[in-house]
């Protein structure tokens, strides 16, 4: 069974930073794509960034450029999302999730994203 487990929201001050963290067992993790989605309230839900199997491709939505970064460790079966420069528009829960393949295709869409863990609520305040 697979289980994804998000952790690392929080409360934070405009121009601050935070770290998520998503740990996916049950699955040959380095195998697959991951990928970060965030929802805030009354908007639909939208693509952050994705990073490749081997962790050597990357995408990131627009507005997040050059603020997130995104990383894995596939020795620890581990997702990072560090997040600087943090906005009030920022403001959602954020969600890991695991495709059902070795690349971010179709991303920033979710089609290819399987497995969905509960989510980390991250709020910016101004």
């Known amino acids: 069974q697979v289980q994804v487990v998000e952790s690392g929201g929080g409360l934070v001050q405009a121009g601050g930073s935070l770290r998520l963290s998503c740990t996916a067992s049950g699955l040959t993790f380095d195998n697959y794509a991951m990928g970060w989605y965030r929802q805030a309230p009354g908007k639909e839900r939208e693509g952050v960034s994705c990073i490749s199997w081997s962790g050597g491709s990357t995408y990131y939505l627009d507005s997040v450029k050059g603020r997130f970064t995104i990383s894995r460790d596939n020795v620890l079966n581990t997702l990072y999302l560090q997040m600087s420069g943090l906005k009030p528009e920022d403001t959602a829960m954020y969600y890991c999730?695991?495709?059902?393949?070795?690349?971010?295709?179709?991303?920033?869409?979710?089609?290819?994203?399987?497995?969905w863990g509960q989510g980390t609520q991250v709020t910016v305040s101004s």
């Open positions: 999730a695991a495709s059902i393949t070795s690349w971010c295709r179709g991303f920033p869409g979710s089609a290819d994203f399987n497995y």
